[in-house]
Nanobody
Framework: VQLQASGGGLVQAGGSLRLSCAAS????????LGWFRQATGKEREFVAA????????YYTDSVKGRFTISRDGAKNTVYLQMNSLKPEDTAVYYC???????????????????WGQGTLVTVSS
């Protein structure tokens, strides 16, 4: 199973980026696909998740109204559209997958078992 994240880069505050996570090696019909981020010196934190089948979405409070997670079944790809970016959004962003039967919080990083390699997002002030 591979999760290939891409789309990171340098952007000014207020700008936008779209991250992509191309998934391969299995179907994800019984999974949640999530985005996490890790800033330098900080723990990895939950950003957003989507249930592959059905499309239910979840967001951490700090990105609600600014970020949108979506998926394209034909391309087996999950996206994170990030608008109104802030310097505090600077981090390495990772995509990950976990089974929908997991009962722990959707934001629990320990419950995700497939991880992509990360893509760096830098927001300048």
């Amino acid at each position: 199973v591979q999760l290939q994240a891409s789309g990171g880069g340098l952007v000014q505050a207020g700008g936008s980026l779209r991250l992509s996570c191309a998934a391969s090696g299995r179907t994800f019909n019984n999974d949640h696909l999530g985005w996490f981020r890790q800033a330098t010196g900080k723990e990895r934190e939950f950003v957003a998740a989507i249930r592959w089948s059905g499309g239910s979405t979840y967001y951490t409070d700090s990105v609600k109204g600014r970020f949108t997670i979506s998926r394209d079944g034909a391309k087996n790809t999950v996206y994170l559209q990030m608008n109104s970016l802030k310097p505090e959004d600077t981090a390495v962003y990772y995509c990950a997958a976990r089974n929908i039967i997991e009962r722990a919080s959707i934001s629990d990083v320990k419950t995700y078992y497939y991880w992509g390699q990360g893509t760096l997002v830098t927001v300048s002030s």
